[in-house]
């Protein structure tokens, strides 16, 4: 087997776990139970199409909390790490995306110039990491974040630091219900507390609240006198 057709199959392979952790959520946990154990039974490979399936995600518009759900399935708490870095790693090409065509946004949205600023001087003003760990810990979709932060002109470093910070709770989140899915098949039931939904977005409006009053509420008050 030659090399592309190697990472092809591995393509294939993370594109069927996402959609069987995606319909692990929605449907009878029986239905999925055992494609989603039969691809567990191989960790190399597992991790492998995790991997491919990190780097395609946003392209497919798919939730990337269903990675952590994978992870949780497949190696169980001890994947904690596994889960950030694919959640920082299918972060990426929104991100790029959008700080490599920046101007040229600017450039077709003149009236949209102002709203850009906003936000550069509000990254600026927060710090790239706080602002994009921050932004993460609401429950917005993840892609968003991402090409606001590449609008922003946050730094690679601060970005992918900031992500890691931010994803984690929701890493943790996810791999809760990935170890419940055996749980799930034998009748029982794993649900997401929305307390914990509710809190994480608290402790993101707290790390936003000064910065984003000084930016913008600050500068109007200075207008004002």
């Given at each position: 087997m030659n090399r592309r057709s190697l990472v092809g199959g591995y393509v294939v392979?993370?594109?069927?776990?996402?959609?069987?952790?995606?319909?692990?959520?929605l449907v009878s946990p029986s239905f999925v139970f055992g494609p989603l154990e039969w691809l567990a039974a191989h960790p190399v490979r597992f991790g492998a199409a995790l991997i491919a399936l990190a780097v395609i995600r946003p392209f497919l518009a798919w939730p990337n909390t269903l990675l952590a759900v994978a992870v949780g399935y497949g190696y169980g708490w001890t994947g904690l790490p596994l889960g950030v870095a694919l959640l920082t790693l299918t972060a990426l090409p929104a991100y790029r995306l959008a700080?490599?065509?920046?101007?040229?946004?600017?450039?077709?949205?003149?009236?949209?110039?102002?709203?850009?600023?906003?936000?550069?001087?509000?990254?600026?003003?927060?710090?790239?990491?706080?602002?994009v760990a921050a932004m993460r810990l609401f429950p917005i979709p993840s892609d968003a974040v991402s090409v606001g932060a590449g609008v922003a002109d946050v730094r690679t470093r601060p970005f992918l630091l900031g992500t890691a910070v931010g994803e984690l709770p929701w890493v943790i989140v996810g791999i809760a219900v990935g170890v419940s899915l055996d749980r799930l098949a034998a009748g029982g039931l794993s649900a997401v507390d929305p307390v914990a939904?509710?809190?994480?977005?608290?402790i993101g409006a707290l790390l936003l609240s000064g910065p984003l009053y000084r930016t913008f509420l600050g500068e109007q008050s200075g207008s004002a006198a």
């Open positions: 392979a993370g594109v069927g776990v996402a959609a069987v952790a995606a319909v692990a959520l700080r490599a065509g920046r101007s040229q946004a600017r450039a077709a949205l003149p009236a949209a110039d102002r709203l850009f600023d906003a936000g550069e001087r509000f990254a600026t003003a927060t710090g790239g990491v706080r602002a939904i509710v809190a994480m977005a608290g």
